[in-house]
């Protein structure tokens, strides 16, 4: 069983930044891909940001050239870089770890996930 437990949420105006901390209870041997997912009421959780085993990223289109994932594998930890905000970003934003057939973790058909408890992340107009 693998822990994810985010940090660094909180509110910011838009254009802002933020950056969010995953710290995972193991980091290695549970599946190969990390990732951020967000999630507003009423809405399905989406992939936002992911990075696999070897380093490589990969973002949705409407976060490219603002958010930036990157990891200590030594922390087992996950970051997300938020910069340039906007107010549509306002959501529960989760941390997330599961597996994904030769690391395309870009392709978002994970399977046996492991979820954080979220945090909350709000961006004003």
């Known amino acids: 069983q693998v822990q994810l437990v985010e940090s660094g949420g909180g509110s910011v105006q838009s254009g802002g930044s933020l950056r969010l901390s995953c710290t995972a209870s193991?980091?290695?041997?549970?599946?190969?891909?990390m990732g951020w997912f967000r999630q507003a009421p009423g809405k399905e959780r989406e992939g936002v940001a992911t990075i696999n085993q070897d380093g490589t990223p990969a973002y949705i289109d409407s976060v490219k050239g603002r958010f930036t994932i990157s990891q200590d594998n030594a922390k087992n930890k996950l970051y997300l870089q938020m910069d340039s905000m906007k107010p549509e970003e306002t959501d529960i934003y989760y941390c997330a770890k599961g597996f994904e057939y030769y690391g395309l973790c870009g392709r978002w058909t994970w399977t046996d996930n492991y979820w954080g408890q979220g945090t909350k992340v709000t961006v004003s107009s």
């Open positions: 193991e980091y290695k041997y549970s599946g190969n891909c």
